[in-house]
T-cell receptor, first 114, second 113 residues
Framework: AQSVTQLGSHVSVSEGALVLLRCNYS??????LFWYVQYPNQGLQLLLK??????LVKGINGFEAEFKKSETSFHLTKPSAHMSDAAEYFCAVSGGDSSYKLIFGSGTRLLVRP | DAGITQSPRHKVTETGTPVTLRCHQT?????MYWYRQDPGHGLRLIHYSYGVKDTDKGEVSDGYSVSRSKTEDFLLTLESATSSQTSVYFC????????????FGPGTRLTVL
C-alpha cells in the first residue's frame, strides 16, 4: 500500500529565508507525486507534480521539488519565503493499483515571520 | 480555475438528521471524489465515482452514501449525522490524464451538534 509522511506539522521561517518542507513516500510501484497548497478557508491548489519526466520539478509561485528515488523523498523548497506563502501544504502520491486515488500526507503548516 | 462548486458552503445540523452535500462540475471530467479534512489527518477519501452510476468506497466510507446520476453532479449523503462527522468536506474531479491530477472545490464546513 502507498503512504506519505510529512515531517513537521508546523514549520516557521523568516521572510526571505529558505523554505524546506519534507515529504517521504512509500510505494511498491513508480509513483506519481504531488504538492498541493491550501490557503485559509479555501480548497487545495496544485503547486507541482512529478510524473517521471524529470526529477526536478518546478511549480507555481517559485516552488520546486526534487524526486529522489534512493531516499523515497519529494521535498518542497523555495529559495526565499514571502509572507504570502503562509499556508498549509500537502504532499500526495498515486500510482499502481491505487492510481485512481490520491493518498495524502497529514499536512505541514508554513508560518512566515516578518 | 476548474469549474467546481459545492453547496452548501456551511451547514449546521443536529445529530440524527440526514444531510446531503452537492458537488457540481462544468469540466465534464469522468472521475469525482469526496474527501473529508480533519486536523492531523490530511484529506481522507470517503467515496469516489468513475462514471455515471459507478461509485466505490474510500477509506472512511462508513455512515456515508453517494450518488451520481449525471456527469456533472456528485452527491454525498450522511444518512444519520453524528458529531464525529463534523468536518470540512471537499469534492475533487479528475479527467484521468494517467497520473490522476485532481482539482478541488472550495469545501463545505459541516457542524453536527
Amino acid at each position: 500500500a502507498q503512504s506519505v509522511t510529512q515531517l513537521g506539522s508546523h514549520v516557521s521561517v523568516s521572510e526571505g529565508a529558505l523554505v524546506l518542507l519534507r515529504c517521504n513516500y512509500s510505494s511498491s510501484v513508480p509513483p506519481y507525486l504531488f504538492w498541493y497548497v491550501q490557503y485559509p478557508n479555501q480548497g487545495l491548489q496544485l503547486l507541482l507534480k512529478y510524473t517521471s519526466a524529470a526529477t526536478l520539478v518546478k511549480g507555481i509561485n517559485g516552488f520546486e521539488a526534487e524526486f529522489k528515488k534512493s531516499e523515497t523523498s519529494f521535498h518542497l523548497t523555495k529559495p526565499s519565503a514571502h509572507m504570502s506563502d503562509a499556508a498549509e501544504y500537502f504532499c500526495a502520491v498515486s500510482g499502481g493499483d491505487s492510481s485512481y486515488k490520491l493518498i495524502f500526507g497529514s499536512g505541514t503548516r508554513l508560518l512566515v515571520r516578518p | 480555475d476548474a469549474g467546481i462548486t459545492q453547496s452548501p458552503r456551511h451547514k449546521v445540523t443536529e445529530t440524527g438528521t440526514p444531510v446531503t452535500l452537492r458537488c457540481h462540475q462544468t469540466e465534464n471530467h469522468r472521475y469525482m471524489y469526496w474527501y473529508r479534512q480533519d486536523p492531523g489527518h490530511g484529506l481522507r477519501l470517503i467515496h469516489y465515482s468513475y462514471g455515471v452510476k459507478d461509485t466505490d468506497k474510500g477509506e472512511v466510507s462508513d455512515g456515508y452514501s453517494v450518488s451520481r446520476s449525471k456527469t456533472e453532479d456528485f452527491l454525498l449523503t450522511l444518512e444519520s449525522a453524528t458529531s464525529s462527522q463534523t468536518s470540512v468536506y471537499f469534492c475533487a474531479i479528475s479527467g484521468w490524464d494517467g497520473y490522476n491530477e485532481q482539482f478541488f472545490g472550495p469545501g463545505t464546513r459541516l457542524t453536527v451538534l
